[in-house]
């Protein structure tokens, strides 16, 4: 029986809402825009997704072109076609997916119309955090050996598993069976880059890359996946569970760039919080950088980009001194050399120019009344590569971003999942240090792992942007929630959510006015609640993140569902604004303006924030 064509603009719904749902027997999975997600058995996940991802030579995403699709009903299974081509026409695949009661079968065939130049072309495998991180994994090798491994607790810098054929592993009863063919495949782990998996993909890094798939030349991969046994009940997130009895310290950053950009009545409408300057003393107008900063007022905390080799004692000295002669103090300075803005396998080779203890031992003599940082300005992908040395500075430093390696609104949010585990290894990472993160955000500041980041000027949901429309939207300010609520689970000390000016901004100045985005009432919430004592987090849907303190005999909280399914928040006594998709939220004092519900419980549409209040008991 045929199911039928699946359009495009159903497929645009179906993304919306967490993709087209197909189940046989007692397996399920979503199609969504041409992969294989939350494969499940018995209702616990097993496989996170499957898909086809073609990279062009900077890591970036290749955009499907013609894309056409089929699903139908045959002999007891569903099958799943897909038909696209990228590079404009270069390169065509043909995907072929049988799903059974007992697993699954998938069949990729890549065929090259013109010679095509790609970093990776291929399946590619997520297995999911709950249930798997830590546990024990079997590896099949080419030459038909086995590997008793384990997935690993702690996030893995480089890769835990190489060569493979097959895997073998238990997800809360379920067993898992995969089988690779057409290709090499290895495994890394992905919460380096915040992804909420562990990825499973071809063609090993050993290897050169970018590569040519020739004119005229087919390339065909296969996977197979079973499944069998009895699923038990999964546990909580970690982030649910876990409790820290202060919040962590808000941070908004900026560049000169965006600072010279931005002004006026953007600066009249900041949220009260730290200003974390980003300044490359070689490359930005420090005079004009400093007169921005006097503009703009502090607290200010410094990340300092140093020339690898060169002059940057003298560039660090005129910038502390104009500083000085603009009465501007820095609370804390984070230097970093050059090269280390670009990423590095484990193994390096690494670069040999001005090395990071000697660029923190020169800021700390040019701001010695500061505290002194040490870690990266990029992701903790690298910082979990090259970790500070012991001792250096008083705090370490990262960023995350959440579209590494997909932006559907779906992956966006499954990175919430993998935060508790980038916290917790970066704790073991810093030792007695504390954590001060940089802009934690869904698009990419800085693109480690190639050229540069993106180019999006059609504002799309596109890998490695810097520049991510959800920025603007309800759905930025639902993220934004659930990355302070994790930081504070995970006792992190400051966290930058949003930028000032530039592609982070909280808003933006429309005939000389300012237009508040809905990420503005986020900061400025949490930014009121700094001050309060916080109280454990009452028990809430999977989906849902949030924090709440006491202050002055009443208790503040602000909720976000980050899903896209709707949940429903228990209220307790409380009334509650809700800022949800399509609310004009313009007014930078929206939530002084709207009016409150009072019920014992309120229904929160995919991305929708909760603000709540009501007496303490």
Known sequence: MALGEIQAPSLAAAAASAGHPVACGPLSALISDGAIRQIS??????????????RDANWGTAVPENVQEHVEQQDGAIRYRRHFSVFQGALEADLDVQLTPGGLHLAL???????????????????????VAGGPLTVLHANGTEEQTAFPANIMAGQPAFDIAGLKYTVHGVSVEIAFSGETFEMEDQRN????????????????????????????????????????????????????????ELALAATPDWLARAGGALFDHLPQATRLIRIDLAQDDLAATVHSMAALGGPFELELVVDDEGDSEGQLAELANRMRDASLEASSVVALPRAFLKSYQPSGPWPTGRTIEQAAGSAGAHFPDARLGAGMLTNFTELNRHAPPTGLGSFVTYSTTAIVHAADDMSVFETLEALPFVHASATALAGTRSL?????????????????????????????????????????????????????DSAVARIALAGIGGPFATGAVEAGRFAAWPIHHVVQALASMASGRRLPTRPLPKSVYGIEVEAAGRHTGIFANCGLAQATLPLGGQSAITMAPGTDVSAPDWRSQAAPVTTPEITLPPAAVAFTIGEAA
Not at 41 to 54: N, Q
Not at 110 to 130: M, S, Y
Not at 470 to 475: E, I, K, L, Y
Request: hydrophobic share 45%; with cysteine; charged share 20%.
């Open 109 to 131: 065939t890549l065929t090259a119309i013109r010679t095509v130049e790609t970093n990776r072309a291929g399946f590619t495998l997520l297995h999911p955090l709950d249930g």
């Open 436 to 488: 001060r993160l940089g802009l934690a955000s869904i698009g990419m500041r800085s693109n480690p792992y190639g050229a540069d980041v993106a180019d999006n000027p059609g504002l799309d949901r596109l890998a490695m942007a810097m520049d991510d429309p959800r920025q603007r939207s309800a759905f930025g300010a639902a993220f934004a929630v659930g990355a302070y609520a994790i930081a504070a």
């Open 41 to 54: 058995y018995r209702g616990i996940e097993i496989v996170r997704g499957v898909d086809c991802p073609i």
């Open 193 to 248: 880059w915040t992804d909420a998996s562990f990825k499973t993909y071809c063609r090993p890094l050993s290897l050169p890359f970018p590569y040519a798939i020739e004119a005229g030349k087919s390339l065909t991969q296969t996977i197979e996946l079973a499944v069998a046994g009895v699923a038990s009940a999964a546990p909580l997130q970690p982030a649910k569970e876990a409790f820290a009895a202060t919040l962590p």
